[in-house]
């Protein structure tokens, strides 16, 4: 039999010399060499290439057949697959039935907001695609207010939350990383992201920056000059109540800096405060931020109540991979603390879903710490656990789908890949990781498998997807 050489070019990617001889001399005796024997020299030659460390495991979810095991017993940094374990925690700790709840309440004069950390109050990307605002919900609050109560509110705005703007933030999350939108602050009240949203656009030979949420509770300070030179930086105050903004500018930015917040609760309230003034309601008091068992709700009116599905935050954290949704989910799961819910996501892991605690390490729920750790045979493990769950339905449709939507929209986009693999991407500095789901012609999981790349070098992550995507594709083959 001769060696076939476009079968080699459809089926190697930069193999080494040696793993590339390897492939070769199988495809030359007559053998189509196996997913998993190709899976591994790809792993061996990116890791040669690039100095790197690569573990890739795969099983077959219909035969339970393992198909690839390489350093697949090792530790991983994660990296945003970490919000594969939050996902399975959630869903064993919550029910795929639980909806977070946030309450609006008329209260002694008062307005007061109570939640339990739902994520998606004011998320600009879901209220775009439900053709509303980052308003609406506060909008609807603030007529309810004004038709019940009336148009004056004669005390405060209060937002309740039980912890401390230090506790906002996991302990391992680098600090000079904190104004970044990816590391934003969790509490039970969140809006917008957790983020304010700031844009130049030009009014004559003046630069204006403009900051979203509208709100007139905070002050923009400072001024951005004409310039050469896009250079420009927004910095809040402790307490959020002043962003001031300087540098330079060329023109108005196509897309806005998303800073993060200090202290979400206290973003929401000045943001309910703006819109129940633009609704007519006269306010002069103050908005502060109290512990839930600190304000006295007897005979208090509820004027709204705000329900989420689980299920909905859950697709907002894997879809796009947003790190504060994750770690709502991860903190309603646990206990409200970082420790507590590190804790209890580990026992859920080993109890629920069969994992050995030599297999992981929890820290956060989202996948920013560095500390995180899981194993690719204990990633696939779990990932088998799941697909076999009454409620697979909600994790694997909150899963980025190959070329179709998420942060795999635009990987393995063409036929026959396109909406056969379901994956949980992850990239922190020097990790790059890919874990979840090839399916059959039919749709339906047949194979789970993860791919997780640490010590990789800065400007090397594309060589690491290039080689994760193939492996997918030998993945997809093999399930035909």
Request: aromatic residues 6%; contains cysteine; hydrophobic residues 40%.
């Amino acid at each position: 039999m001769s060696c076939d050489g476009a079968f080699l070019a459809n089926r190697t990617m930069r193999l080494s010399p040696l793993c590339l001889l390897m492939v070769l001399a199988a495809v030359c005796l007559g053998e189509s060499p196996s997913p998993g024997d190709l899976a591994i020299e790809a792993a061996a030659g990116i890791e040669k290439e690039l100095s790197a460390v690569i573990g890739v495991a795969a099983a077959d979810l219909r035969s339970g057949k393992t198909l690839v095991d390489y350093r697949g017993g090792e530790k991983f940094i994660p990296a945003s697959n970490q919000k594969v374990l939050t996902s399975a925690f959630a869903l064993a700790r919550l029910g795929e039935g639980f909806q977070f709840t946030t309450t609006f309440y008329a209260a002694g004069g008062n307005v007061v907001v109570v939640g339990d950390g739902d994520p998606t109050l004011g998320d600009p990307t879901l209220s775009a695609t439900a053709g509303k605002t980052i308003y609406d919900e506060l909008d609807t609050w603030a007529a309810t207010f004004k038709a019940k109560v009336g148009a004056g509110l004669s005390g405060d705005v209060i937002v309740c939350d039980p912890h401390r703007p230090g506790d906002y933030r996991n302990p391992d999350w680098p600090v000079g990383q904190h104004d970044q939108w990816y590391a934003a602050p969790v509490a039970t009240l969140n809006f917008n992201n957790n983020c304010l949203d700031i844009a130049l656009a030009l009014e004559g030979d003046k630069v204006i920056a403009a900051v979203k949420p509208e709100t007139r509770f905070i002050t923009v300070l400072g001024h951005v000059a004409r310039g050469k030179r896009q250079r420009w930086s927004a910095r809040l105050a402790k307490d959020d109540s002043q962003v001031t903004v300087s540098g330079s500018a060329v023109g108005a930015t196509s897309e806005p800096a998303n800073i993060a917040v200090n202290d979400p609760p206290l973003l929401l309230g000045r943001v309910l405060a703006e819109r129940l003034i633009r609704a007519g309601v006269t306010f002069s008091g103050k908005v502060r931020r109290a512990e839930p068992g600190s304000v006295d709700l007897t005979g208090s009116q509820v004027l709204c109540r705000r329900f989420t599905p689980l299920g909905e935050a859950m697709a907002r954290a894997n879809k796009r991979s947003l790190n504060m949704t994750a770690e709502c989910i991860f903190l309603r799961a646990g206990d409200g603390t970082w420790s507590g819910s590190a804790a209890l996501m580990a026992r859920t892991l080993v109890d629920a879903y069969g994992l050995k605690e030599d297999q992981f390490i929890i820290r956060d729920g989202g996948g920013l710490s560095r500390n995180n750790r899981i194993t690719p045979a204990g990633m696939v493990q779990l990932l088998a656990a799941m697909a076999h769950q009454a409620d697979a339905g909600v994790f694997l449709s909150s899963l980025p789908t190959s070329g179709v939507d998420g942060t795999m929209e635009k990987r393995l986009d063409k036929p026959p890949y396109r909406g056969r693999v379901l994956g949980k991407t992850g990239y922190i500095a020097g990790v790059s990781s890919l874990s979840g789901y090839v399916l059959d012609g039919s749709g339906k999981p047949a194979a789970a498998f993860s791919i997780l790349a640490n010590k990789v070098p800065d400007g090397k992550g594309w060589r690491v997807k290039q080689v994760q995507d193939r492996i997918c594709q030998w993945l997809v083959d093999a399930v035909e």
